[in-house]
C-alpha cells in the first residue's frame, strides 16, 4: 500500500524560508507525477508544484522563483522549498503521488496527510 507522509510545516515570517519533506512508502509503479498542492481556508485545493519522470517542472504562477520542487533519485523524496513566503502562502500542503499500477492500469491519486504551514505578517 503506497502511503505519502510529509514533515516540514510551521510557523514562520513573512519573508523567510520553510522546506517541505514528503516520505514515500509501499509498491511505487508507474509514477506519472509528483507534486505539492495546498489548500488555504474557504479555498479549493490547488496545484502548487509538480515533477513528472521526464523533469518536467511546473509551477503556480504566484510561486515561481520563490518555491523550489525537488526529488532524490529513486523518487522516495520529495521536497519543496519555499523562500521569502508571504502571508498569502498559508495553508495546509499536500503531497500528490500520480501513479498507475500497469501500464494499462487508469491513473490514481495518492495524497499525504498534509502539514500547515503559516506565514505571518
Known amino acids: 500500500q503506497v502511503q505519502l507522509v510529509e514533515s516540514g510545516g510551521d510557523l514562520v515570517q513573512a519573508g523567510g524560508s520553510l522546506r517541505l519533506s514528503c516520505a514515500v512508502s509501499g509498491e511505487i509503479k508507474f509514477i506519472t507525477a509528483m507534486g505539492w498542492y495546498r489548500q488555504a481556508p474557504g479555498k479549493q485545493r490547488e496545484l502548487v508544484a509538480a515533477?513528472?519522470?521526464?523533469?518536467?517542472?511546473n509551477y503556480l504562477d504566484s510561486v515561481k522563483g520563490r518555491f523550489t520542487i525537488s526529488r532524490d533519485s529513486a523518487w522516495n523524496t520529495i521536497y519543496l522549498q519555499m523562500d521569502s513566503l508571504k502571508p498569502e502562502d498559508t495553508a495546509v500542503y499536500y503531497c500528490?503521488?500520480?501513479?498507475?499500477?500497469?501500464?494499462?492500469?487508469?491513473?490514481?491519486?495518492?495524497w499525504g496527510q498534509g502539514t500547515q504551514v503559516t506565514v505571518s505578517s
Open positions: 515533477i513528472t519522470p521526464g523533469e518536467n517542472i
Open positions: 500528490n503521488l500520480r501513479m498507475r499500477s500497469s501500464i494499462l492500469a487508469p491513473q490514481r491519486d495518492y
